[in-house]
């Protein structure tokens, strides 16, 4: 046989194994389902589909492992792979490799929105993005509290101790050094309620949250009214609604939708400093 016709083949064959992975996943047996892929994948190692399709039972069966190993070969293949940098993030997250895993997940989450902003995976990839980055600021706000508190603690006692040594070395004068320590501990205190306050939730500005939603901004864009909207949402709008501005209304075309640059990236600050911001209530 030819090696173009033999390669049809094969591709032929392996595109009917996938069918019947996908068929045995449906039915979740997933073991089968590896099995069919993994036949595949031996005859046709290049097809990245083949290997996130592996990586989605390898998922349902809760072997991580596997999962980044084949997540990583599909990126290999194919680095536009939102499924691929999806669950590979979900893997390095189980690892409790926040850094890494919150990366991979805005990666698919970028990916995602450039080729369906409306599907259902990237409201996944957010919800799974952004219960990461509450999980590492949950983390280092710990962390960071505890330090605080030790020091606080230090202080205080160093404080206090010299007021005893000044008390025992002079004489008269005990109410003034007295209300003079108190001040000090006020003005301690003062000091570490400042330096707690990025991790005190407050209420999040009205100009970063959708005006349908009530949500905190994740895709702004802007109308020529001048209106900013969640992408998704106003996309859902004109399509189920009517071709109109729901505030405004003013006639208003998907194609007129501009990215709101500069929301974006206050929401970015606002986020990086008040990590509580991403709890998914």
């Known amino acids: 046989m030819p090696p173009i016709v033999a390669s049809s083949a094969m591709a032929k064959q392996a595109e009917q194994l996938k ?3 996908n068929n045995y996943f449906q039915k979740n047996r997933f073991g089968a389902a590896i099995d069919a892929y993994t036949e595949a994948i031996t005859l046709c190692p290049n097809v990245p589909i083949y290997w996130t399709n ?80 509450y999980l590492e600021w949950d983390h280092e706000s710990s962390r960071r509290t505890w ?12 404080l206090k ?5 000044d008390c025992s070395q002079m004489e008269g004068c005990i109410d003034d050094r007295s209300t003079s320590l108190v001040k000090q ?17 407050i209420e999040i500005p009205n100009y970063l949250c959708c005006k349908v939603t009530l949500d905190i901004f ?10 900013t909207y969640e992408r998704a949402v106003i996309l859902d709008h004109l ?35 008040h990590g509580w911001a991403y709890r998914m209530d």
Not at 84 to 95: I, T
Not at 185 to 201: C, H, I, N, Y
Request: with cysteine.
């Open 147 to 158: 330090e605080l508190n030790k020091l606080k603690e230090a202080c205080e006692s160093a």
């Open 19 to 21: 069918q019947d992975g």
């Open 161 to 165: 101790e010299k007021h005893e040594l």
């Open 218 to 227: 994740r895709d702004p864009v802007i109308t020529p009214s001048g209106v």
């Open 185 to 201: 501990l006020d003005a301690l205190g003062r000091v570490f309620r400042k330096a707690t306050e990025d991790d005190t939730p």
């Open 54 to 133: 592996r990586a989605l039972c390898h998922r349902k069966c809760n072997d991580w492992k596997r999962v980044e190993e084949d997540c990583r070969r599909a990126i290999q293949l194919d680095n536009s792979s939102v499924k691929a940098h999806y669950m590979l993030g979900l893997a390095l997250l189980q690892k409790e490799q926040y850094a890494d895993g919150v990366r991979e997940l805005a990666k698919a989450l970028d990916l995602g929105r450039g080729a369906n902003p409306k599907s259902y995976m990237v409201e996944e990839i957010w919800q799974e993005l952004a219960k990461a980055k």
């Open 239 to 273: 399509q189920k609604v009517g071709k109109f501005d729901p505030v405004t209304r003013e006639p208003l075309r998907a194609s007129q939708l501009v990215p709101n640059l500069a929301i974006k990236e206050a929401v970015h600050a606002f986020l990086d400093k």
